[in-house]
């Protein structure tokens, strides 16, 4: 069996040593490296090839990839590198390894093109600067040949490990059963549905409501898929840590169904969550899990791939056993895993981990998104970024003298930005030129700056450098699916302001993340409608959609709109009495748990202090501004079996979804709101935007993410096939058929018992 590697994990794997490093400053993005590698070759003779694709077989290695350009006329093969800063800050077990990848690809070359000698060139490419340094060594085919040879003899027993790790994998999936005796009504719906997507290699949306399983419906069939598709990993993605728990419980199930379970599952840490030493910088001159962390990498590597699943608590335990860091420890691993559980950051962002392995080594991926509705506000939040003007101010109070004129000129170009603006809020069509160009110039003295005091560590100086950079990148990108926009605050005679690059349309970021997998599903209980979705993600033209049937039966949960009920701004003090009334009803007829969901803290602070004047004797807790995780649990906490209170809450905060209270821990919800977002500026901005795109401004601004908030809401209180509850939807506007048309097709919404 031939085992295929890509020349740059091959030669991280056998010629990367030493320690960790950050100290050489961020790397530019993919984005700045395309566009880096775009102007290099540029300046090239006419018959200078790109992208050279070279391969060649050594006993049963495949090694494989691209070559970055190579120059007929001067024999010279190059391999680009794009940074930032001082290059003699490079730490040089970084060019060791440069000069190893350009190695690899000089034999190839030399093999496919029948050469006696070459000319490796690592060319580094200075983003800021624009200008290059080339380094050129002259190298016979022998010894090149020589060179090849010893990184895929060092790599043989690993990759022999790795074949025997797939064939029993694969021959384990082939065989494995679902770890019930039964699939859940909707469950098999959904499963034989993402088994047929993944097997046709297209993308499946999945509106599968609570309580079906969803989680191991959509994982095991995907892993089922795996063999006869030859994929080389499943993604788990998820917006929560509920999610990736779920993830790894299915995992444990399907585990504990199996005699023998050679399967990888990596869990996906957040850096500041894994990260054991916060205070210490990330090189091994500061922290001691970073030095030498080459080094110790194949005992840890080999260590950590008999931990199934290798969850946050057991990464942490390999990696301290072996003195390497947790976070960069479970990065290497992705490379060896099966099955790896993370954010959806990890494959949708501009940076992400696993988008970029995958192109690389040209992985055969399956992808599970769950919770796929939070994907569209995530995504927005991941393609747009601010600058603060008061950061600024206090950055050149502070900023050292070779900084500080460059900021000077920034915040110069900024007070023109808005000089003329009366509003407190403007969008401005364009990007300022001169303004991008002073950020862009702020942005490389603060870069060489860091070169030449590496242990710098000044929070503000880095927020507001990090800020920048995210603002520069996105500025290359900006286009109709985004706005740039002024937001003025007045202080005395002074003025400041925030500049935001807001993605108002996710879909031109995300498509090629959809493109790029053999198949993804996207499962959800609320992925009504289709459209809208398919709009904002960019999903594939012959993307699948199912709606899966309920496992819950009508008279399970009684549905009552009052529809004599305004929550409006301006109906909201005449509202109260109503919605005291119906609670206490309700509560008293079935003494229970019960969740009440507001559109504000405003507008819950009214209604607790009537509930609480009118039914002094029930129980009731509310969800406060800014809650610590400690504070969230109690209030979760108080929601016991056999419990009575009611516990009030906004909507679409963190009590609107991702918690399960089944049974009689929680028996019914109040909903008085629609959910709709604000009206302001911004989300009128997004109003018009989506009528100008797609025809559907108000649907697409607000009313689709408001229903979706109040589904998943209503979505806590029936969570097995046991449960029965209550939900009340307070507001008249429930009523109307264009609304009612987004509630779940089980539900049988009637007009509330106090409907009058």
């Not at 060594?137 to 060179?147: H, I, S």
């Not at 770890?179 to 509106?207: I, M």
């Not at 005291?580 to 079935?590: L, P, Y």
């Not at 509850?725 to 048309?741: H, I, K, N, S, T």
Request: hydrophobic letters at 40%; proline letters at 5%.
């Amino acid at each position: 069996m031939t085992y295929p590697i890509a020349v740059r994990t091959l030669t991280e794997f056998t010629a990367k040593t030493g320690s960790l490093d950050l100290r050489f400053t961020p790397s530019p993005t993919a984005q700045e490296g395309i566009a880096g590698h775009a102007v290099v070759t540029a300046r090239r003779s006419p018959d200078y090839k790109k992208e050279v694709a070279l391969s060649l077989e050594y006993k049963h290695l495949l090694v494989r990839g691209r070559a970055d350009g190579y120059d007929p006329a001067a024999n010279r093969i190059e391999e680009i590198k794009t940074y930032r800063g001082d290059l003699g800050r490079m730490p040089e077990n970084h060019r060791a390894l440069h000069w190893a990848q350009v190695k690899v690809y000089g034999w190839l070359l030399c093999k496919q093109m029948q050469l006696q000698e070459v000319t490796l060139a690592l060319v580094y490419y200075d983003i800021g600067s624009q200008r290059e340094t080339v380094l050129e060594e002259r190298y016979g085919a022998e010894a090149l040949q020589q060179f090849f040879e010893e990184q895929c003899e060092r790599f043989l027993a690993w990759s022999e490990q790795e074949l025997a790790h797939r064939a029993a994998r694969d021959a384990m999936l082939t065989a494995l059963r679902f770890p019930h005796a039964d699939f859940r009504p909707g469950q098999r719906h959904l499963a034989e549905s993402v088994y047929r997507a993944a097997s046709a290699g297209r993308c499946l949306v999945a509106e599968a409501p609570t309580g079906i399983g969803k989680t191991v419906g959509a994982l095991f069939p995907m892993l089922k898929a795996c063999p006869g598709q030859q994929l080389d990993k499943v993604f788990f993605l998820t917006a929560k840590t509920s999610g990736r728990s779920l993830a790894l419980e299915a995992v444990g199930k399907l585990r504990a169904s199996e005699t023998v379970f050679p399967l990888r599952v990596l869990e996906m840490v957040a850096r500041d969550k894994a990260c054991e030493h916060p205070d210490k910088a990330c090189h091994g001159d500061s922290c001691q899990l970073a030095q030498g962390f080459y080094d110790k990498l194949p005992q840890a590597r080999a260590a950590a791939l008999n931990v199934v699943p290798l969850d946050r608590q057991a990464l942490r335990a390999v990696a301290l056993d072996h003195a390497v860091c947790p976070y960069y420890l479970s990065q290497e691993l992705v490379r060896w895993s099966d099955v790896v559980v993370g954010d959806f950051n990890y494959f949708f962002d501009s940076t992400a981990l696993l988008h970029g392995l995958s192109a690389i080594n040209q992985w055969r991926t399956g992808v599970l998104v769950d919770e796929a509705h939070n994907l569209v506000e995530r995504a927005r939040a991941m393609y747009s970024a601010s600058l603060v003007q008061e950061s600024l101010a206090a950055l050149r109070r502070t900023a050292p003298a070779s900084v500080k004129g460059a900021l000077d000129k920034l915040n110069r170009q900024w007070n023109g930005l808005h000089k003329e603006q009366d509003a407190s809020y403007a969008v401005q069509e364009s990007l300022p030129a001169a303004f991008i160009h002073a950020l862009q110039q702020a942005i490389s003295a603060m870069t060489e700056y860091m070169a030449d005091n590496p242990a710098h560590a000044d929070p503000a100086f880095l927020d507001f450098y990090f800020d920048a950079l995210q603002f520069s990148r996105l500025a290359d990108s900006f286009d109709a699916h985004s706005l740039f926009d002024i937001t003025l605050r007045q202080h005395g005679r002074r003025r400041t302001s925030t500049l935001c690059l807001r993605n108002l349309i996710p879909a031109p970021f995300l498509r090629p993340r959809f493109a790029q997998p053999h198949s993804a599903t996207l499962f959800s209980a609320t992925m009504n409608p289709w459209n809208f979705y398919h709009d904002m993600l960019g999903l594939p033209d012959n993307t699948a959609y199912i709606e899966v049937e309920s496992p819950f039966t009508p008279d399970q949960l009684q549905v009552h709109i009052l529809d004599k009920v305004s929550t409006r701004y301006h109906d909201r003090a005449r509202s109260l009495s109503d919605i005291v009334a119906v609670m206490g009803k309700q509560f008293r007829a079935r003494p229970g748990n019960y969740l009440a969901f507001f559109s504000s803290f405003d507008y819950l602070q009214q209604v607790l202090a009537e509930f609480r004047s009118r039914h002094p004797d029930i129980t009731a807790w509310e969800q406060t501004r800014r809650m610590e995780e400690a504070e969230r649990d109690a209030f979760i906490g108080r929601f016991t079996a056999g419990g009575q209170g009611i516990g009030f809450a906004v909507l679409g905060g963190v009590f609107g979804e991702g918690i399960d209270l089944p049974g009689d821990r929680l028996i019914g919800a109040f909903i008085a709101t629609l959910g709709l977002p604000q009206l302001n500026p911004v989300n009128e901005r997004l109003r018009e935007r989506m009528q100008a795109s797609f025809g559907a401004g108000y649907d697409y601004a607000y009313l689709f993410p408001g229903m979706q908030k109040v589904v998943q809401a209503a979505g806590r209180v029936i969570r097995t096939p046991s449960d029965h509850g209550v939900v009340y939807l307070m507001d008249d506007r429930f009523a109307r058929a264009e609304v009612r048309r987004l509630l779940p097709a089980w539900w049988q919404a009637g007009r509330g018992p106090d409907s009058n």
